[in-house]
């Protein structure tokens, strides 16, 4: 199975709140798990990305959580600002094939 | 701004007409990416070259024809598309296809077929 599930589909979130963005996988052959941040009218741009033999990496505000044996990755946004609105996709890629399966996005609003 | 660079930015097409995307970029990536992405959807892939050559093809219909002429170029000729074929045109390279390669997107052509 390909897919990478992604929840929820739209977030809203105060101005200083956690956003916290869900995804799911199956495949076993998934080895890097990136996150992408897309504006309007702009092409997805690379956020922050974990190996699966790590549990956690942090950069910045922007946390991923990563549970192996559950098949689940999160992406944890502190202090959330009003710049942070954007689509938001996690993905997954197969080993040594350079196949990225993205999931299928959270509309996130950060209200000020 | 993106290090992989797309033109043009914006492309009105006829069902019959032919016309060719572009990608550059130069950060010495031996492994680049075709992706369609249409309104409030996830980017599907179409293609992915490494070393020049084509490695995956993703069942994508022949009116799409991909070229990679060097290692730096990547072009999508277009011919006898559909209006179900309207999208942004993704483009994206990486250092190779092994493990821990982050691609890194150009910001797309945004084609509408009339």
């Known amino acids: 199975q390909q897919q990478v599930k992604q929840s929820p589909q739209s977030l809203i979130v105060q101005k200083g709140g956690i956003s916290i963005i869900n995804c799911a996988y199956e495949?076993?052959?998934?080895?890097?798990f990136p996150w992408y941040q897309q504006f309007p009218g702009k092409g997805p741009a690379l956020l922050i990305a974990i190996r699966p033999d790590v549990s956690e990496k942090k950069e910045g505000r922007f946390t991923i959580s990563f549970n192996k044996s559950a098949k689940q990755f999160s992406l944890h946004i502190m202090d959330s600002q009003p710049g942070d609105s954007a689509t938001y996709f996690c993905?997954?890629?197969?080993?040594?094939?350079?196949?990225?399966?993205f999931g299928q996005g959270t509309t996130l609003q950060v209200k000020p | 701004d993106t290090e992989v660079t797309q033109t043009p930015k914006h492309l009105v097409m006829g069902m019959t007409n032919k016309k060719s995307l572009k990608c550059e970029q130069h950060m010495g990536h031996r492994a680049m990416y075709w992706y369609k992405q249409k309104a409030k959807k996830p980017p599907e892939l179409m293609f992915v070259y490494s070393y020049e050559k084509l490695s995956i093809n993703e069942s994508v219909p022949s009116r799409f024809s991909p070229e990679c002429p060097n290692s730096s170029l990547l072009n999508l000729h277009l011919h006898a598309l559909q209006p179900e074929d309207s999208a942004l045109y993704l483009c994206?390279?990486?250092?190779?296809?092994?493990?821990?390669?982050?691609?890194?997107f150009g910001d797309g052509t945004r084609l509408s077929i009339l």
């Open positions: 993905a997954a890629s197969i080993r040594g094939t350079g196949k990225l399966i």
């Open positions: 994206a390279s990486s250092q190779g296809t092994g493990v821990n390669q982050p691609q890194h």
């Open positions: 495949n076993t052959a998934f080895d890097y």
